[in-house]
């Protein structure tokens, strides 16, 4: 059974949505990543940097967002969280799925640390470039690839919440909508659900 490694409040959140929206049966182990005493043998085989989330799924150990739900989707298609290999929208899933790490996630630490970045030479460009590519994109909607909800709105749409969350997302009726849109599947509602069960 694929075992969730996760800890409250953190981006664990996001592959508790994703085990949620795929029906496949999990458990989880609860951990507090400021403690060390809770990170477990198995966790940090799975985790080389101890950072949540991360997974078990018999002989596979892996750590990171976006990698894990990559891996999830293509292991399990009956979840039809991914286009398949030969499907046309296959490029447009795997450039939003490395979207999140790739560019959303340093260009919150640009806007966190006020950083001052180059556009051209640093990989994610800014974050102005980067909300101004995420809006295109989320604009046709509903979903990132049109009607068809993937593995890429779990990681965007956490993402989104993440920034609206650290107060970061411009008042956008673009983004707000596809927020709300996210907020409203069951999946998502009861991994936030887990979250509030527990102080922090
Ligand atoms: N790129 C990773 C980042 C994971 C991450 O930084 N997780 C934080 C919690 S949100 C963590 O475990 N921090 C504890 C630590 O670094 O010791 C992902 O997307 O999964």
Same mark, same amino acid.
């Given at each position: 059974?694929?075992?969730?490694? &996760?800890?409250?409040?953190? @981006?664990? /959140?996001?592959?508790?949505?994703?085990?949620? #929206?795929?029906?496949?049966?999990?458990?989880?182990?609860?951990?507090?990543?400021?403690?060390?005493?809770?990170?477990?043998? #198995?966790?940090?085989?799975?985790?080389?940097?101890?950072?949540?989330?991360?997974?078990?799924?018999?002989?596979?150990?892996?750590?990171?967002?976006?990698?894990?739900?990559?891996?999830?989707?293509?292991?399990?298609?009956?979840?039809?969280?991914?286009?398949?290999?030969?499907? =046309?929208?296959?490029?447009? %899933?795997?450039? &939003?799925?490395?979207?999140?790490?790739?560019?959303? #996630?340093?260009?919150?630490?640009?806007?966190?640390?006020? &950083?001052?970045?180059?556009?051209?030479?640093?990989?994610?460009?800014?974050?102005?470039?980067?909300?101004?590519?995420?809006?295109?994109? $989320?604009?046709?909607?509903?979903?990132? $690839?049109?009607?068809?909800? /993937?593995?890429?709105?779990?990681?965007?749409?956490?993402?989104?919440?993440?920034?609206?969350?650290?107060?970061?997302? =411009?008042?956008? =009726?673009? $983004?707000?909508? %596809?927020?709300?849109?996210?907020?409203? @599947?069951?999946?998502?509602?009861?991994?936030?659900?887990?979250?509030?069960?527990?102080?922090?």
């Amino acid at each position: 059974m694929i075992k969730l490694f &996760w800890c409250p409040k953190t @981006r664990a /959140s996001r592959i508790l949505w994703m085990l949620e #929206e795929m029906g496949e049966p999990f458990e989880i182990e609860t951990l507090d990543v400021r403690k060390p005493e809770t990170k477990s043998v #198995e966790f940090l085989a799975a985790s080389p940097m101890g950072k949540v989330p991360a997974i078990a799924d018999g002989p596979v150990k892996i750590a990171d967002s976006a990698a894990i739900a990559l891996y999830l989707a293509d292991r399990y298609p009956a979840s039809a969280l991914a286009p398949s290999i030969d499907d =046309p929208l296959r490029g447009s %899933y795997l450039y &939003w799925m490395t979207f999140t790490p790739g560019v959303i #996630e340093p260009a919150m630490a640009e806007k966190f640390n006020n &950083w001052k970045v180059n556009r051209g030479s640093s990989g994610w460009g800014d974050y102005d470039l980067m909300m101004e590519v995420l809006e295109k994109g $989320l604009a046709p909607g509903p979903w990132l $690839l049109g009607d068809r909800f /993937s593995a890429a709105d779990v990681l965007v749409g956490s993402s989104v919440r993440f920034m609206k969350l650290f107060g970061i997302l =411009p008042e956008n =009726p673009v $983004l707000a909508s %596809y927020l709300e849109r996210c907020l409203a @599947r069951s999946g998502y509602a009861s991994a936030l659900a887990r979250d509030d069960e527990f102080e922090t």
